[in-house]
Structure formats: structure tokens, C-alpha cells
RNA sequence: GCGGAUGUGGCGGAACUGGCAGACGCGCUGGACUUAGGAUCCAGUGGGUUAAACCAUGUGGGUUCGACUCCCACCAUCCGCACCA
């Protein structure tokens, strides 16, 4: 028998999976049809044994699905307009255009060594026009609908990057990119209003029953809904009324001031011509300018200043002092806050440094507080005091009561305020789909026409390091004309954020070739939701929150039938190396090439999915590759076994081991795939089928395993192990005289009847500790068990002079003998 | 601070609805075959003991005939959010 040739082995079978087009699908028959998508990467230099994981995980899936009778669609494309590219470009004068498809050259000739296959014959690249044409015609059908929105706003500005950042690329209050604390600036950006569809969004969140838990709650709690109440007070002596947001309408009679955000926009209005306006004025530039880190920080002491001015409370007609303080955000609720310091821990602290009144309106009767006394809040529940009418009602009853009577009275409306904050999508950078919209002096701001799409992205401009969008210094592609009036008019030349690119490609690989529209609506309806959707938790909020949305903005508008894009989603973990996450910076990557050459690319699949359970982060060992690539010797030294195995089997009772051993594995094995992917245990059963036939062999122990016998087990085990090791199995499934590929081949059925054995071994346990075991036939009674254990001498003598108080018997599985 | 997850041998990890803790693999120890092995095969491998007893699933309690699994309290690590009114 000649040695596995794995280097040969497997380029024979990666050709042909290429030449017969194995995931080759006819969209127009969507009969059984399963779509597996595993998230499109970044085209970076080189992919690491950490990528490889999510490639593979998908590459198994597809592979199953296939053999149990699905008509799987597995596509890849590529994520590939981006920052790195340009920022690499501004160093080496390299476009970003030729980086990038050099890199996606390098990462799918890893891809198909790796034995991952899809078809590519429908391969997106969004940094190519024929992709990015529909993007701007995305952005065209948002700002159609009003969706799409230019604003002057503070803005997170990473000052490293150059550009701004949406809400959800700011971690922590640094850049997500490179970490560089983020600065708050204003400028006119463009945005789309993901706010119109926060509440569906979040509701939305329950159709999604395959999907992650964790994930789930991050978006609930991205998008933060919290309800309560808009209450207006109006300014003493002016005509501005202030709006402020609460979640405890119930304290309110505890209201001793009121706070406004730096931002917020009457500030100007309400201090002029104050003889403080200056000093006031200076405070709020410094808290305007200052970090979000440092503003975010808990620890920093919270600062204010006092305006001068005062509003009033309607509900008891009190007049209460007006602050500017640098703990209220503009970007949530209104940007205005009702202060009730003895109730709420941040009001507390401001009241204490500036010496502001504080008043108890909830109270335990048990234990009364006086406000002197206190050192904290108490935002515990209680009863209403000093609240005029409201006294006396539970805190909780009052919210609703108090509610009421602000509606009934005009004071103030039910309101239901979201964290979640418009995306800011226009990014100051090169390497980008061009935002389609052209200014003219004359007819003012205009989308470019949809058949003028794409705007192309000029070819030859300057990478320097000034900071500055090379296209805005591309006079060719500034400068143009107007589609209204002919006149000359100036493009935006503002790129998208790339997440608009990728909150939408799983739509294009549907008809990735169609030039007159960007997918076709009923292939797409057909196709999509995304039966399997597999990548990392990373993307969690960004990519998974904004592809959730597009697809609801096209379903309204009529040009899907789908509002959810995703319907299972799986998130699998990081490979660490030294406990640390592989990045090229921390020198732990692994490189798959090297180890694909030395021990072939099935080795390196089956130890990736032997690692640990993959929704898991699990630890890198090359020595665990040597066990993987073990089992694959062992895997095809099955050939050299039947060869020299007897006509007939020599041990009757083995041989029924073996068969039940088989069945079981068949079982196992399809239930762990298709239950949680816990492809390391089903594996694990396949290593312990393939371990009981060379038990067989060894001149001890059992004895020799039939010709036919062992021909059916290596049947069944090469099927099992073909989503895993697809090489090696389509190498012996040949050898078994099967004409076409293992993978047109159905997955093998177990027989239940077949899955027990006629006697059982019971462990025999004395107050719940272990003391023997006993065989018994499968089924026999109490008495008999009873009787057994009785018998067995190892076991009775447990039962001396100590009188029996109850037996535990638990048919076929367990005696307990409490004594 | 809030939310979520995870703690099992030297290591990665198994364990069904509460029922033989440590499957499978790595590593290690001994042996066989070898000129040689980082190849292959065989045996062993949680601690402890000549052998048992006994001790072991982060810690401390509890429920139960019986707890990795259920309940309570705590500790540690990781992740997400974080002045959200």
C-alpha cells in the first residue's frame, strides 16, 4: 500500500472540485435550497490559522448540506475598499487598487489550499464598479426616501485616521482602528437615519430565534430604548421653553434645578447679554473640546456653571436655577436634564459641590430620610412625599398618574428615547465608494442621476500625507457638471463608510453579473434569508446592526420581500496563540502555508475543528497538528486493513461491537452537526470508531474483523469524516470504486434498532459511591437486578451486617443501594 | 457601575432530562521494532496508597439515595456597554 500522498492527493481533488464546479448552483431552481455565507473579509496581506477557522467552519457546513441532499449556495467575495489600503498607498505609493487585488489574488489561492471551495464564479469585490455602482444607487434609494441626510453635527474625528467615525466605530471613546483618543468636531456630514428604525430594529430582535443570545443583547442594548417622559419648562422672563427627557416623571416634585448639555443649542440664546456670558461662554468651548474619553470617564469630578437664568417647574410652579454641566450629553434624550438630587446618584454629587438644595419626594415610612443626612441617592422604590396631590401613592403608580396629568395639562408628553444614533457614513478618505451627489451654485444640492451611476473613483490622484482626501485635489472629478441645469457644479467628494459596502453584498451574490439593476428581486426572494450566516462576534453591533437595516429599508421600499437578511447566525470564536490574540504585531501568527506543505490541508482542517468547540476561543498547539495527522494515517491505513482482512470475521460478538459502534457514530456524528456545530466531538467519535477497528487487528484482545464488515465500516467512516477531511475522503471514496464525488453521495442513516446492545453493564453504587458493576440482559427487572448484585461476590460483601434502608433501580442504567 | 459568558488532570477539552467525572486528542512514563528516530505499535497516565480507604469539577453553604449538572452566597478571568437622565 503505498504512503498517503497528501500533497498530490489533494491537488488532484481541488482541480477537479474547481473543473466539475462543485457548489455550482442554477439560482433559477431554488428547490431545497440552503444559503451558506460565511462574512467576507478584508483582502489583508495574509491569512493566519485564526482566519482560516471561520473558512473552514463554513467549508464543513456547505459540504454536509450538500450530501444530505440540499442545493447549497456558498459564495466569497471580498470587503475590499478600506483604510489600510490608502494608509499603505501613502507610504509606498503603491495604489490601493493594485494592493488589493494582489491581496485577494493571495488570499484565494489560501482559501483553495485550505480545501475551502465555493463559486467563485460569483465573487464580489466592492472596490470594483461594477459593485460600487449599486451601492451609490443604494445611497441614491435612501436619500429618495429621505433616508440619506447631510447635517452639520459634533462628530467623533479620529485625528490618526483623518476622518470621522460612526458612533459604533468609537470604543471606549477611542478609535476602534487604532486607538487614538477621538475628538469631537463639528462638521456637515452625511448620514443615514438607522433612527427611524430603531424601534423596529429592536423589536425585530425576537423574530431572530437563531441567533446567538449574546448577540442579541448587544444589539438591545446598542439600540437602548428607554421610556419615559419630554417635560417643558419654560425660561423665566423669555419665550424659550426647555424639553428635557426622564425616566422617573415620579420625582419630579424633587426637581430642585435644571442642567443642559454644553451643546445644546440655545445656550448661545439664553446667556446673551448676560454679564457673565463671557466666562460662561469659555466654559462651554472648554467642555465642547474636551475628549470623550476624559468627558466619559466616570472617576473625573462632574463640572458646571451656573447661567443665570431660571425656569419653571409647572408642576408646583417653582422656580428653579439653570446649569450648563459637562455630565449631560446632547446626543441623548434632549440634551436638557431635570435634576433631582436626591434621587438620582449624578445630580447627588453636582448638588453637593455647588452647594443646590436637596429635597426628599420618596420615601420608605419605615426609615424617613433627611436630606442633611444622606451621602447618597436613593433611587430605591417608595412612596411619594412633598409631591403635592401625588403624596402618599407608590412611586411606581405615580409615574403613570403623574403622566397623566401632564398630558391632560399640556406639561409634558410620553416620549420613548433611543441610544442607538443616526450612522454617519461619509468618511474623508480616497479608497471608497464615492457618495453620488453633485452641489450647484444655481440649483443647489442634487443626487446624480441613476444612469449616470457609477461615479467613478478617479485613477490616478497623489497619496500624500497631508491628512486630506486625495479626491478633493482631483479637479477632473471635482469639477462636473449639473444634471439639472448644465451648469458647472462640484462633486461631494466624501467616500462611504465601508460598512455601507458590506451591509448589502449577500444580495449581490445572487446575480453578481447583472449591469442594469443590483440584484434580481425574485432570485433574491428565492434565495435570501441567509440560511447559514457564519463570522465573528466582532461584528456583532456593525456590520449584523446595519445589514439588518438596509434589508428593511429595500423590503419598504418594495425591492425585497425579506426584512431580516440572516436567519441562523453563527458566531465562532478567536484562535489565540500564547494567549493572545494573532496579530502580525504580537509575532504569534501561524501561517497555514508551512503547515498545509508539511502534513497536508485535511490535517490542518481536522485539527482547527478538533481544537474545541468552535463558538469557543481555544488555543493554538502545533503539536495538537501531530494527533490530527495521526488519525489521517490511521484514516487511510483502512485501505492496507481491508485488503488483508479474512473473508469471515472470527469473533461474532466483536463484529456486532463494531456494527453497533458504527451506528452509533453515525448518529452521533449527525447530531453534533447538526445541532451546535460541535464538530470537536464528533470528530472525537469518528477517532473512537477508527480506534475500535484497529483494535480488532492487534494479535490480543479481539479478534479479526470480517472482509465485508470492515468494507461497510470504512464506507460509513470515510462519509462521516468527508465535511472534515474532504481530500482524503473523495481519494478513498475512488478507491471504493465510486465513480462520482463523495460529496454527490448521501450521508449514511443509522438504524435505531441497531444502536443497543442486549446486555448492559449497571454501575452498582452503596449511598451514591461507586462500588462495582454488574452485567445484566438489556431490560431485566428490579428483582433480577436485585438478585444480581446479590450474587456478585465483589459487590455483596458491601452488603454485610449493614441493613439495606432502599434500592435505587433505574432499569439498564444504575442500582444505589442506600445502607 | 450595568449586562453577558466562563471556571473540570501537566495542556486542549468530554459528560444525555441530576446517575460510572476526565471520552477524544496532546504531552509524559515504560516497553517493542529498529543502525537510528521527532516514524510506527503495545501498556500506563487526576492526586493518594503495596493495595484499599480516602480526596478531587473556582470557594463556602444547601437540596437529594445520588450534584460538574439544581438553589443561595462569594471569588477569579474574559467580553460587551458605560455620566443613557
Known amino acids: ?108 489561492e489560501q482559501l483553495k489550499a485550505w480545501g475551502v471551495e465555493y463559486d467563485w464564479d460569483r465573487q464580489v469585490t466592492s472596490c470594483l464598479p461594477d459593485y460600487y455602482k449599486w451601492t451609490q444607487w443604494i445611497f441614491l434609494k435612501l436619500y429618495e426616501k429621505g433616508l440619506a441626510y447631510k447635517k452639520k453635527a459634533f462628530v467623533n474625528w479620529c485625528p490618526s485616521c483623518n476622518t470621522v467615525l460612526a458612533n459604533e466605530q468609537v470604543v471606549s471613546g477611542a478609535c476602534e482602528r487604532c486607538d487614538t483618543a477621538v475628538e469631537q468636531k463639528e462638521l456637515e456630514q452625511w448620514f443615514f437615519k438607522i433612527t427611524d428604525h430603531a ?55 424633587g426637581c430642585t434645578y435644571m442642567v443642559l448639555a454644553a451643546e445644546h443649542p440655545r445656550v448661545e440664546d439664553l446667556v446673551a447679554g448676560s454679564p457673565d456670558r463671557d466666562r460662561i461662554m469659555a466654559f462651554v468651548s472648554q467642555v465642547r473640546r474636551g475628549s470623550r474619553i476624559e468627558r466619559a470617564s466616570t472617576e473625573s469630578e462632574k463640572k458646571g456653571i451656573f447661567t443665570g437664568r431660571y425656569v419653571i417647574n409647572r408642576m408646583n410652579g417653582r422656580k428653579i436655577p439653570l446649569w450648563i454641566a459637562d455630565y449631560v450629553l446632547m446626543e441623548y434624550g434632549t440634551g436638557a436634564v431635570m435634576a433631582v438630587p436626591a434621587h438620582d446618584q449624578r445630580d447627588f454629587l453636582f448638588a453637593g459641590k455647588y452647594g443646590l438644595p436637596i429635597e426628599v419626594v420618596i420615601d420608605d415610612p419605615k426609615e424617613p430620610l433627611t436630606p442633611g443626612n444622606m451621602t447618597e441617592a436613593c433611587e430605591a422604590d417608595g412612596v411619594l412625599v412633598n409631591s403635592g396631590p401625588f403624596s402618599g401613592l407608590p412611586n411606581r403608580e405615580a409615574m403613570e398618574k403623574i403622566a397623566d396629568h401632564m398630558e391632560r395639562e399640556n406639561i409634558g408628553r410620553r416620549a420613548v428615547h433611543f441610544k442607538l444614533r443616526d450612522w454617519l457614513i461619509s468618511r474623508q478618505r480616497y479608497w471608497g465608494a464615492p457618495i453620488p451627489m453633485v452641489y450647484c451654485d444655481k440649483c443647489g444640492m442634487l443626487p446624480v442621476p441613476e444612469k449616470d451611476l457609477p461615479v ?152 482547527t ?75 472525537s467519535a469518528a477517532m473512537e470508531l477508527v480506534n475500535l477497528v ?72 452503596f449511598n451514591g459511591k461507586l462500588r462495582g458493576k454488574i452485567e445484566v440482559k438489556r431490560g431485566t427487572d428490579d428483582d433480577g437486578v436485585k438478585a444480581a448484585v446479590m450474587s456478585d461476590p465483589q459487590i455483596s460483601v458491601h452488603l454485610s451486617g449493614k441493613p439495606v434502608r432502599k434500592w435505587i433501580i433505574l432499569k439498564d442504567r444504575l442500582v444505589n443501594i442506600v445502607v
Not at 636 to 661: F, H, V
Not at 746 to 751: C, K, M, N, Q, V
Request: with cysteine; aromatic share 12%.
Open 1 to 108: 500500500m503505498r504512503d498517503y500522498d497528501f500533497t498530490s492527493i489533494e491537488a488532484k481533488w481541488q482541480k477537479r472540485w474547481r473543473d466539475t464546479g462543485l457548489f455550482k448552483v442554477d439560482v433559477k431552481d431554488p428547490r431545497n435550497k440552503y444559503y451558506c455565507l460565511m462574512m467576507f473579509p478584508y483582502p489583508s496581506a495574509a491569512l493566519h490559522v485564526g482566519h482560516g477557522r471561520n473558512y473552514i467552519i463554513g467549508d464543513v457546513v456547505a459540504r454536509y448540506k450538500k450530501m444530505k441532499g440540499l442545493n447549497v449556495l456558498t459564495p466569497m467575495g471580498f470587503d475590499a475598499f478600506g483604510l489600510p489600503a490608502e494608509n499603505a498607498a501613502i507610504k509606498n505609493g503603491i495604489h490601493p487598487r493594485t494592493s488589493t487585488l494582489n491581496n485577494i489574488a493571495t488570499m484565494k
Open 199 to 253: 424601534q423596529r430594529l429592536l423589536d425585530d430582535i425576537e423574530k431572530l430565534d437563531e441567533w446567538p443570545e449574546k448577540v442579541k443583547t448587544m444589539q438591545k442594548n446598542w439600540i437602548g430604548s428607554s421610556e419615559g417622559v419630554n417635560i417643558d419648562f419654560p425660561v423665566v422672563d423669555s419665550d424659550i421653553i426647555l424639553t428635557c427627557f426622564t425616566t422617573r416623571v415620579d420625582t419630579i416634585f
Open 456 to 607: 467613478l473613483l478617479p485613477e490616478n490622484v497623489e497619496f500624500r500625507p497631508t491628512g486630506e482626501s486625495p479626491l478633493k485635489f482631483a479637479e477632473d472629478f471635482v469639477r462636473t457638471k449639473c444634471p439639472k441645469c448644465s451648469g458647472p457644479a462640484r462633486r461631494e467628494f466624501d467616500t462611504m463608510d465601508t460598512f455601507v459596502d458590506s451591509s448589502w453584498y449577500f444580495l449581490r451574490f445572487i446575480s453578481p453579473g447583472l449591469t442594469d439593476r443590483p440584484f434580481d428581486k425574485t432570485d433574491v426572494d428565492n434565495w435570501l434569508p441567509v440560511d447559514q450566516y457564519i463570522g465573528g462576534v466582532e461584528h456583532a453591533i456593525l456590520h449584523l446592526l446595519y445589514s439588518r437595516f438596509i434589508t428593511k429599508v429595500l423590503c419598504d421600499m418594495g425591492f425585497v420581500s425579506f426584512d431580516e437578511p440572516f436567519k441562523r447566525l453563527f458566531t465562532q470564536g478567536m484562535i489565540v496563540k500564547d494567549g493572545a490574540k494573532m496579530s502580525k504585531s504580537k509575532g504569534n501568527v501561524v501561517s497555514p502555508d508551512g503547515l498545509i506543505a508539511d502534513y497536508g490541508a485535511d490535517t490542518v482542517r481536522l485539527y
Open 609 to 683: 475543528l478538533f481544537i474545541g468547540p468552535p463558538e469557543k476561543d481555544a488555543e493554538w498547539s502545533d503539536k495538537g497538528v501531530d494527533g490530527a495527522f495521526r488519525f489521517i494515517k490511521r484514516l487511510w491505513n483502512l485501505n492496507e486493513l481491508i485488503e488483508n482482512a479474512p473473508e469471515k470475521g472470527s469473533d461474532a460478538k466483536s463484529s456486532e461491537d463494531l456494527t453497533r459502534k458504527m451506528h452509533q457514530t453515525v448518529k452521533k456524528v449527525t447530531e453534533d452537526i447538526d445541532g451546535e456545530f460541535h464538530f470537536n466531538t464528533a470528530i
Open 694 to 765: 484497529y483494535s480488532g487487528i492487534s494479535e490480543k484482545g479481539r479478534g479479526c474483523f470480517g472482509k465485508d464488515l470492515l468494507k461497510t465500516v470504512a464506507r460509513n467512516t470515510v462519509l462521516l469524516v468527508a465535511p472534515f477531511v474532504p481530500h482524503i475522503a473523495e481519494e478513498m471514496w475512488e478507491m471504493m470504486n465510486e465513480k462520482e464525488s463523495i460529496f454527490k453521495a448521501s450521508w449514511p442513516a443509522y438504524d435505531k434498532d441497531m444502536l443497543l446492545a442486549d446486555t448492559v453493564e449497571i454501575p452498582v453504587q
